[in-house]
């Protein structure tokens, strides 16, 4: 009886143990299970929710056993749509190709290639595919990743075609075509430098254009081109640049900033073209040696036939010369309108000396024959060819702004601004000096008089003009 209770009790135990184990395991086992689930999910969430196409493949059947949303998206139709697909129908891998993945299912290096796929409007897309095997359940199967390259791929055929043609360009034409980085240092300068300067292209490249300056220019070309680095802004300047054989020659410099890539320039010698500006300065030079002798001439010539008022023309252009300049005028205007000056009265010639050195107030037919000046030296000018049109401002300097002037009764914005500022610069010179038939009316009082007749008679702003040289800047008349 002992014996057989303790054969109970002994087996009570190992039957407690047993059932401690299993229950062990099978807590292990749901553990494990637990876990494969969870990991399961998160894997079954990237894949759906990851943005790029994702496909599952059975290697045996070519057939398409899972996809994720992205794919479906990709191929334009549904996730079921796409999963009744075999490759061979969009194409993912070509038949050789594909054989070759089979053999290599057991590998456990991902492979990538590129493809066309269709897509199910029938569009063709460059495909880029990373494919690998992957056990599921005990079966090795395929899985792949792609990503649309079209866009990429159009973008680099785009690019290499730009480039092709800015080369084809570049070695075309007689300019050179420089590209630099931003430090300026070139790293592509065109056939057409050995042609300009004598250095082949690899003896530029390396370098940077301006330690091929002229040492004048130096300083000032390092100067522009950190200021362009600052303002990133396109420029065209002129250098003088020195050629292989120690020669210099004027360039004409085009830069243009590309953002945290550098310049590209383009430079082309324009010593000839500076050859025939200094020449056709030289002529202009020349002409207005000529023009200003042919004034002076004149301005002799109206002096001789009236002496009573002789260096009046002289002063009022010199008067409507400094108008002009105080209204901001650029200096070769006030210049032209000084020499204008010199000839405003040319008409006079044609009136009798002794009308003119009358001392006493001229008769009403008097008054009118003195006006004609003003339209007798635009007759006598109006046919010579000068740069400016002189007759016309000759012609225009008795009008008034209200239309009382003479002799065409022009008003406001009608008559031609150098005859504006001369009618003022007429009137204060005239009241100021001394005439045969009167003493000086005075500056003063020649000054009140125009003040009065601002913006009727005279144009407002040739007035202010006036009144600050004299009342703020003590401008003194020429005597």
């Keep these: 009886m002992d014996n057989q209770l303790l054969l109970l009790q002994q087996e009570n135990s190992r039957l407690k143990a047993l059932l401690n184990e299993n229950e062990e395991k099978l807590i292990n086992s749901l553990r494990k299970s637990e876990r494969l689930r969870e990991s399961e999910e998160k894997f079954r969430k990237l894949f759906e929710e990851h943005s790029a196409g994702m496909l599952v493949i059975d290697p045996d059947t070519n057939n398409i056993i899972d996809v994720n949303p992205a794919a479906a998206r990709f ?42 796929h269709h897509r199910f409007d029938g569009s063709m897309r460059d495909m880029e595919v990373f494919t690998n095997s ?31 043609r800015f ?33 082949k292209p690899n003896e530029v490249i390396g370098h940077r254009f301006i330690e091929f300056l002229a040492e004048e220019d130096m300083e000032i070309a390092v100067s522009l081109f950190q200021e362009g680095l600052k303002t990133k802004k396109d420029y065209i300047l002129e250098f003088r640049y020195r050629k292989k054989d120690g020669t210099i020659f004027y360039a004409e410099l085009h830069v243009q900033y590309y953002e945290n890539q550098g310049f590209i320039g383009l ?20 002409l207005e040696h000529m023009m200003n002798g042919t004034l002076h001439a004149i301005a002799n010539i109206v002096d001789a036939h009236d002496p009573y008022t002789a260096g009046h023309e002289l002063h009022v252009g010199i008067i409507a010369s400094d108008i002009a300049r105080e209204m901001g005028w650029p200096e070769e205007k006030c210049e032209n309108l000084k020499l204008i000056g010199l000839v405003h009265d040319i008409g006079k010639i044609s009136i009798p000396a ?78 100021s000096a001394h005439r045969p038939y009167r003493s000086s009316l005075g500056v003063e009082a020649a000054v009140s008089e125009i003040e009065t007749q ?8 040739v007035v202010d003009a006036m009144l600050r040289l004299i009342r703020e800047k003590c401008y003194h008349l020429p005597l």
């Design 134 to 164: 992957i056990e599921i359940e005990g079966k090795v199967l395929l899985y792949s990743v792609i990503h649309d390259m079209t866009e990429r791929n159009q973008a680099v055929q785009a690019l290499a075609l730009s480039e092709i």
């Design 167 to 199: 080369r084809s360009i570049a070695e075309q034409i007689s300019e050179i075509i420089f590209v630099t980085d931003q430090s300026g240092i070139t790293t592509y300068a065109s056939p057409a430098v050995e042609t300009i300067t004598g250095y």
């Design 354 to 431: 002794e009308i003119l050195s009358k001392g006493g107030r001229l008769s009403p037919i008097e008054y009118e024959l003195v006006k004609t000046h003003a339209e007798q030296g635009y007759q006598i000018l109006k046919n010579i060819e000068f740069p400016i049109p002189i007759a016309l401002i000759i012609r225009g300097h008795h009008e008034r702004m209200d239309g009382s002037g003479y002799p065409q009764a022009l008003k406001g914005d009608e008559i031609l601004p150098e005859s504006r500022i001369l009618a003022v610069a007429d009137v204060l010179e005239a009241m």
């Design 75 to 116: 191929y334009g139709c549904s996730v079921e749509e796409l999963k009744q697909k075999s490759i061979q129908q969009i194409h993912l891998f070509s038949p050789d190709i594909l054989m070759k993945e089979i053999e290599k299912t057991h590998s456990l290096t991902p492979n990538r290639f590129v493809f066309s």
């Design 454 to 461: 601002r913006g009727i008679l005279f144009d407002p702003e």
């Design 267 to 286: 430079l082309r010698d324009i010593t000839n073209r500076k050859a025939a500006e200094k020449k056709l300065n030289d002529s202009v030079m020349q």
